[in-house]
Nanobody, 119 residues
Framework: QVQLVESGGGLVQAGDSLRLSCEVS????????MGWFRQAPGQGREFVGS????????DYSNSLKGRFIISRDTTKNTVYLQMNNLKPEDTSVYYCAARGGESSEFNYWGQGTQVTVSS
C-alpha cells in the first residue's frame, strides 16, 4: 500500500504562486509514476501533470504547461506542484496520485487539498 498526503492549499489572489506538496509513504519501492489531478465543483477530474518516481521525466496538460511545474525531492519522498500566475479558473481540489507497478493507471490517491484563486 501507498499513502499520499497533500498539503499547501489555500486562498490566493490571481497572479500569485502556490506550491503544493504530496508526502508519500508505504511501499514507495513499487511506485512507477506520480501525478497531480484537479477537480473543480461540478466538473470532472482533470489531469494536471505527472512525473516519474525517479523525478527525471515530467509531462503536463497542454493547457497548464509553462505555468505549473512538478518536481520530486528524492530525499524526502515528497512530490511538489509549483503553480505560478494562478487564475480564478485554477480554483479546484488538487489531488496527488501514484501509479504502482501492479497497475497501468494511477491507483493510489490522496485526500485532496483545496486551492481557491480570487480575482
Amino acid at each position: 500500500q501507498v499513502q499520499l498526503v497533500e498539503s499547501g492549499g489555500g486562498l490566493v489572489q490571481a497572479g500569485d504562486s502556490l506550491r503544493l506538496s504530496c508526502e508519500v509513504s508505504g511501499r514507495t519501492d513499487n511506485i512507477i509514476r506520480m501525478g497531480w489531478f484537479r477537480q473543480a465543483p461540478g466538473q470532472g477530474r482533470e489531469f494536471v501533470g505527472s512525473i516519474t518516481w525517479s523525478g527525471t521525466i515530467a509531462d503536463y496538460s497542454n493547457s497548464l504547461k509553462g505555468r505549473f511545474i512538478i518536481s520530486r525531492d528524492t530525499t524526502k519522498n515528497t512530490v511538489y506542484l509549483q503553480m505560478n500566475n494562478l487564475k480564478p479558473e485554477d480554483t479546484s481540489v488538487y489531488y496527488c496520485a501514484a501509479r504502482g507497478g501492479e497497475s497501468s493507471e494511477f491507483n493510489y490517491w490522496g485526500q485532496g487539498t483545496q486551492v481557491t484563486v480570487s480575482s
